[in-house]
């Protein structure tokens, strides 16, 4: 599997995700900065997380108006798969390539820690290492975590079986509706999701049930 | 010309932010306050004098960068 990670200025988790998806995919993804134009052919498209741009303005707001931008909008209409984790989500909602929007944690703490996912949707090109229904450990470190959509929008996640993970277990740590923690897009080809995947990938993370993501992606290559 | 843009949270969109500010002056003892919203203002200096120019301007600076209009409303002062 080919991929490519996109990199801003405050992109944070880039190396992790590197880390991951050399691990999993056995090949070195080829990173891509903002200001470039044109992404390779990929298999996969992953926009880390971090704080690009330092939050300014609001979370995402500004890597989703990077020139690189425009060039991913092509890949999403070509259909390559796009993976957006935690500043990724934020940038993916905030070019409109996913629906509703992240907003302040409901708390209003950054909060950092493991929660509990549910796989709500395992028959997806994200997902489909996991069983229906699954519940595993990932992590989060967010500010900006709380999945807000109007009800229409909410209702259509919903009746598509757009919403692939949600918070588990009383653990939803940020107010999101409806325990949203990852989304994807109508055609299924990109998802956004606040928790890290990438960050519990070998024992010494203390767990691998992140890999999933990875492995479900690798397969669908 | 100079504008002013204001950026505010629809309504029946929660504003942690605006309910942890309520909070405070509920602690500092003001009374009679019933709610605080957050938002943004942005203070714009633009090339042009024609104000129906500027409106337009800004309206398409506010849909594509300033707002996100799935949670935000703005208000445009010139």
Redesign the interface.
Known sequence: MKSAVLVFPGSNRDRDMIRALEDISGQKPALVWHQETTIPDVDLIVLPGGFSYGDY??SG?IAA?SPVMKDLQRHATRGTKILGVCNGFQIL??AGLL???L??????NFVCKTVQLEASNADTLFSRQYEQGEVFACPVAHHDG?Y???ARTLNTLESDNRIVFRYANGTNPN?SLNDIAGIMNESGTVMGMMPHPENLIEELHGGVSGRGVFTSLLEAA | MKARVVVTLKNGVLDPQGNAIEGSLEALSFQGIRSVRQGKVFDVELDTDSADEARKTLTAICEKLLANTVIEDFEIKL
Do not use: H, S, V
Request: no cysteine.
């Open positions: 303005l609001r707001a108006r909602t905030e629906p509703g929007a907003m302040r944690n409901a708390g209003l709380n807000f959509a109007d107010g």
